[in-house]
């Protein structure tokens, strides 16, 4: 059986990726690998960590004529110019890392896969507040219109309706056609993925879903787009309070909750699960995965990070 490449852009030079990486290629892989990066900085970390690593060296029309031949391990090496790279997280590293994302976007385009991990980036060096993470930014990239961020564990998974957005920007943002195209994408990856349906709660945005206000964004925007959604036959519950919903309990009834801004959901599904869930983004034309943490340049060079999100990233597209 001849199973697709993975396609995996490794990121901000200045992060845990390659010490991550080096731990994870030891594990038993199916699929073939296509990591764009640069090679003097995989050997610089090599020896830093004293691991070991065997590269395959491409260039991309070899992969366009011979994607069925690929080795385990194949490198598409990017100049990162300087070769002794850099000692932190700097703007420096932006050129390298575009030039990643669009070679891997080019391979995607051509079909020569469907699976795609980027590494951790500093989003404040990076994208500049063009754009407000690399789910938006690779969205821009695609011309995709409709996405939606999901943080995935096999027990629970959660969605922001607004991802990476300040607090005070939230309630302008919420709109019952956002929940619509949210929900219909998720339950359609659900299915394709999984086969069958997915039981949805979502949040409220108030606490308790009540408010002081004249206006109430939970039973104004929130309950109508669910109760059309029911009407639909989603199988979806809400809005519920975002206090409660994570009990034990209460959060058992749900494949997935949608809440209404970034950490609302992301939090306590990092503080029930930590590294043992993955960032996947759907509606793209591709499957993008990436591991739910940070570059953490604090840790570089330290061997001491944990491989697990990684890991689940390529399990995931392992097929």
């Given at each position: 059986m001849n199973y697709k490449p993975i396609i995996i852009v490794a990121g901000e030079?200045?992060?845990?990726?390659?010490?991550?990486?080096?731990?994870?290629?030891k594990k038993k892989i199916k699929s073939p690998i296509i990591l764009i990066a640069s090679k003097k900085l995989i050997m610089?970390?090599?020896?830093?960590?004293?691991?070991?690593?065997?590269?395959?060296?491409?260039?991309?029309?070899?992969?366009?004529?011979?994607?069925?031949?690929?080795?385990?391990?194949?490198?598409?090496?990017?100049?990162?110019?300087?070769s002794s790279g850099f000692s932190k997280i700097t703007p420096k590293s932006n050129d390298y890392i575009t030039k990643c994302f669009d070679i891997a976007i080019k391979l995607l385009k051509n079909k020569?896969?469907?699976?795609?991990?980027?590494?951790?980036i500093s989003k404040k060096t990076f994208l500049k507040k063009k754009f407000n993470g690399i789910t938006e930014y690779l969205a821009h990239k695609t011309n995709t219109k409709k996405f939606a961020m999901i943080i995935y564990n096999k027990n629970l998974s959660v969605c922001p309706l607004t991802t990476h957005l300040p607090i005070k920007y939230v309630s302008k943002k919420i709109n019952k056609l956002e929940i619509f195209n949210k929900v219909k994408l998720i339950n359609n990856f659900w299915r394709k993925k999984f086969g069958k349906q997915v039981k949805i709660g979502v949040t409220g945005l108030n606490p308790h879903c009540e408010s002081i206000d004249i206006f109430n964004e939970d039973k104004s925007i929130i309950l109508p787009a669910i109760k059309k959604l029911k009407k639909l036959k989603y199988n979806i519950e809400g809005p519920l309070a975002a206090d409660t919903i994570f009990l034990k309990n209460n959060r058992k009834e749900f494949d997935l909750i949608i809440g209404m801004y970034h950490d609302q959901v992301l939090t306590p599904i990092k503080t029930l699960f930590e590294y043992d869930a993955i960032n996947v983004t759907v509606g793209l034309p591709f499957i993008r995965v990436s591991p739910d943490?940070?570059?953490?340049?604090?840790?570089?060079?330290?061997?001491?990070?944990?491989?697990?999100?990684?890991?689940?990233?390529?399990?995931?597209?392992d097929f």
């Open positions: 030079p200045n992060s845990v990726f390659f010490e991550l990486f080096f731990k994870v290629i610089r970390q090599a020896k830093i960590l004293k691991k070991s690593i065997n590269l395959n060296i491409v260039n991309e029309l070899e992969i366009f004529k011979k994607e069925n031949n690929l080795k385990k391990i194949n490198l598409i090496d990017v100049d990162l110019k300087q020569i896969s469907n699976k795609f991990i980027n590494g951790p943490h940070g570059p953490n340049e604090s840790m570089l060079g330290k061997n001491k990070s944990n491989p697990l999100s990684l890991l689940n990233s390529i399990k995931f597209l």
